[in-house]
């Protein structure tokens, strides 16, 4: 066993215990330092986000299995009743726990299919350890493989790129119109949640400007202050309509708010600059005549949300490709941890060997006292020279030849079979 | 050797195309990349196909329709691809390439050309010649994205987007490409025209005679003066501009083509 993996996720553990087990970067160092301390592992990395809490590690040459007891640090670590954490953990050994990964840094075990978040909290996880010195070449050469796959995943494949969102969706389509939107400009009609995911979305994307105007001044207010955006006072459509490329509207009305007249005289007085409308009010905030002017983009609640289920779908159609990749560097990871530990173990072997070649003869050759002091030492060259044939060819083959390495599935049984037993004899 | 230019040409500009239809349908980055390559790589080699011409044929590559055309071809990849690394932006390609190729091909399989060539030597002619096409090739990469422009306008306005809209400029881009490639048209058929009188007057002493080229010629940088200017205007920005971008090409075309073979004396080929 050379890699494990203990660790819960948004599959198998609720938000409760996720947050019990979570770890802040002081947590991380501690239980790093603690699980090296305690010789339960060699080398450790943990990786904390809100959806995940995992620690990889390689355990100690001798140790069998290893994750009992990472799960009982764990329980304790966190003060967590082991009966809690029993049936949230789960635990990867070697290939399972490096597809696991793998797939995590692509973005394909995430609760948001592709998303492009755990990357970063990856390389940071991996940056932190590596800074503490509690990676070494296994968990290194893990980590900077998942890095790989994660940038793979993202550069050649769709996984990430729709939006999967309606307040995404919504900004992303502004995107289609105006390109970049860092000097543009948009004015949000309520201040409902929706209001409040859209304008958190529409800052993330690098709006220049943002207006908000509600019949509640007080909660606009709260909006823009949020934001860093301005209030206009409701109602106030001449000077509110003139700026804005954008507008998103989620007001509780029965009456559409802005009516087809409104904006005709709005799209005159801005010299028909292009402009954007999210409705997501229910029922609709925006005359729906008002598609017809020119220059004039109208989505309703109904409309983004077929956008994002054809995104969903256009995500899912990806997930081979994205696998695709995950497998390749699996066994690229596999072939390389197998070359280490194949030359080692023919290392070890030949020293071995050559130990027990100077045991032998000099317990043979005393009984073959009628040979001359030359007749010993050709007879040690020779023996030299057989075991070297036997041993030099395979292990510069394996050095050399990726499928022969590929081939040896288990180097855990090569070293049972040449070096245990001849410890045990 | 010709040949060999030749062959490698078409394979470049296929193979560019493949390369930019794959990266349209999928987004493969990887793709784009080895698309811009390729069609680099076509650039050289078209450029080497002409210059073998005009060293077999002991003058410019443009004096007849082959070597309009494929100058054409040329200058309208070379300017895609300044506009391409200008704007960051690989999608338009799938819709240029067809036209690079077609120019190409057609300039190749076009019939030789009987007539004596006009007494096409000097510099200043080589300049009014190519800046003439350049401006032409500006003109009808604005026509393609003005075209690309209106069909994801619709797709847009019908919240008909599928996978190509996501992929596609943005329509603000779309426009600020299309005026760019008309300004070079301006600026070049500008230089062009000028270089063209003072070439006629070196040759005959006279700086005007009346070729309907001229006010035809006229008439069509009007036109794109007139898109430029009204793009920014408040009735026209938006689809309305993309489509009189549209409808100057076709002036364009007719000067291309009716003009030049049935009205113009000195230009027959540019």
Known sequence: ?????????????????????????EQARRAADELRSRGLLEETLVLSTCNRSEVYGVPPEATHDCAPGLSTFLSEFHSVRPEVLSTALYHRYDRAAVRHLFRV????????LGEAEILGQVREAYRFAQEQGATGPVLNRLFQGALEVGKRVRSETELGTRPMSVAAAGVKLAERIFGKLADRSALVLGAGTISEQVVSTLRDRGIAHLYVMNRSRDRAATLAEQFGGRVIEWGAWDTALLKPDVIV???????????RHILESAMSARGNRALFLMDLGLPRNIDTSASELYNVYVYNMDDLTDIVQQNRQARESEIPRAEGIVDEHVGKFLSWQASVELIGLVEALRARVREDRAAFLRSRLDQLSHLSEQDHDRIEVLMDELLDKILVAPAERLRGEREVRRKIQNVEALRDLFLSNREQS | MLHLFLILTIFAYCLSLVSYLRFLNTGLVVSGRIASGLLAFGLVTHYFALLERSRGLHTVPYHDLYGSMSLFGWLLALTYLVLEFYHRQRSVGAFVLPFVLAFFLAANLAPADRLSPPPARGPMFAFHVTLSILAYSGFALSCVLSLIFLVENRLLRNHKLGNMVWRLPSLELLE??????????LVSIAIGTVLGFIWVDRL???????????????????????????????????????????????VVILSFTVVNLYLSHSHRYF
Request: glycine share 6%; charged share 15%.
């Open chain 1, 249 to 259: 509207s989620s007001v509780g009305t029965e009456e559409p708010v802005l009516q």
């Open chain 1, 1 to 25: 066993m050379e890699i494990v993996l203990v660790g819960l996720n948004h599959r198998t553990a609720p938000l409760e215990v996720r947050e019990r087990v979570s770890f802040t970067a």
């Open chain 2, 204 to 250: 005959t002493g006279q700086y005007w005679y009346y070729d309907p080229k001229y006010v035809v010629t006229l008439f069509v940088l009007l036109l794109y003066v007139a898109y430029l200017r009204l793009a920014r205007t408040a009735s026209w920005r938006g689809p309305r501009a993309s489509r009189l971008c549209i409808f100057n090409f076709v």
């Open chain 1, 105 to 112: 840094s692509g973005g394909l075990d995430s609760m948001l």
């Open chain 2, 176 to 185: 600020r490409m299309s005026q760019s490639s008309v300004l070079i048209g």
